[in-house]
């Protein structure tokens, strides 16, 4: 179980009673994020019978009186909780040069786990997001790849479809973004980022299977034929309103949230800026879901700046505007 220390402030000292006010509790709730939620308790000595009777899942530890309370969390939230230790994981890194054709390869089949990205590709990005959220920053090497300048040595060593991301793992090298997201949620310590529930998993998979479907109608929109968009986004938005555990897609964040941010994050100010059409406008589960994910560190260390994206957006689209 993992400890959070809180500490607070209560009026009184232990020669005299404590007054009736509320002492304020900020802790981290939500999968690999840094948001902040605040809980008000009366500072008296109902405290602790109070936290009996609502088993959350954290060990708060009263630094006026030295006494720590263990209490055991809902099965409903854990993946929310669970994921928070990754939260603690998550340093800020400092990423690597890409490699070109001049570059080296690295020693492949050493024994060293590598994941191959580039920092601009949204699937290489889902790969990065589930390595971080699972604390894997230093069991899991970082090899970003220059896509317009490819060395010879990764299609010929590494990865023969010459794609990102790519993952080497035990004397392997996998690929494709869907399958990499799954395969390290299973095979690497960390938190779970998948649900054990049925419907959610039976849900999880028609979200996986819609990714295509939605990527291409909002491209289409991008390159301006039609707006097939409209219904892509409503959808996504739909999906939004199934689970009311929590603002992600099954509730709790999950490798879907991770499998739809990266393209989610670069449609956002591109089509807001080019279109002037904002695909949270009349969609508030969309819109609360992004104000969450920007939250989450794991996420933000892959993220680039939204305007060097819609730059990109516009020179891959410009002869289509």
């Not at 996998?174 to 998948?194: M, N, R, T, V």
């Not at 609360?288 to 990109?312: G, H, S, Y």
Request: aromatic content about 12%; overall charge neutral; glycine content about 4%.
């Amino acid at each position: 179980m993992a400890t959070l220390k809180v500490s607070y402030c209560v009026t009184g000292t232990s020669s005299s009673p404590l007054t009736s006010s509320l002492s304020d509790f900020s802790l981290t709730s939500s999968p690999c994020l840094s948001s902040k939620k605040t809980i008000r308790f009366p500072p008296t000595n109902r405290f602790s019978h109070s936290f009996e009777r609502q088993k959350p899942n954290f060990c708060f530890q009263n630094h006026s009186f030295s006494r720590v309370i263990l209490i055991k969390k809902p099965r409903a939230t854990r993946l929310s909780a669970v994921a928070t230790m990754a939260t603690n994981k998550i340093v800020q890194e400092v990423l690597p040069p890409a490699l070109d054709s001049t570059s080296e390869p690295p020693p492949v089949f050493d024994g060293t786990t590598r994941l191959y990205i580039s920092y601009l590709c949204p699937y290489a990005q889902r790969v990065w997001i589930t390595r971080n959220c699972k604390g894997l920053q230093d069991k899991v090497k970082l090899v970003p790849i220059d896509l317009k300048n490819r060395p010879d040595w990764y299609k010929e060593k590494v990865y023969p479809p010459n794609k990102v991301p790519s993952l080497e793992h035990n004397n392997e090298v996998k690929g494709e973004s869907l399958d990499l997201i799954k395969y390290i949620d299973s095979h690497f310590e960390g938190p779970s980022l998948f649900p054990d529930e049925p419907a959610k998993k039976e849900f999880a998979e028609e979200l996986f299977s819609y990714t295509d479907s939605f990527n291409k109608a909002v491209i289409s929109f991008c390159k301006g034929d039609g707006n097939e968009a409209d219904a892509a986004l409503d959808y996504i938005e739909t999906a939004l309103s199934k689970f009311d555990d929590g603002p992600f897609f099954l509730g709790q964040f999950s490798l879907v949230d991770i499998a739809y941010a990266p393209f989610i994050e670069r449609y956002h100010p591109y089509l807001l800026d080019v279109k002037k059409y904002d695909i949270t406008a009349g969609r508030p589960k969309l819109a609360a879901w992004f104000e969450e994910m920007n939250k989450n560190e794991a996420f933000n260390q892959t993220r680039r700046d939204p305007q060097e994206l819609v730059e990109i957006y516009k020179k891959r689209f410009e002869a289509k505007l």
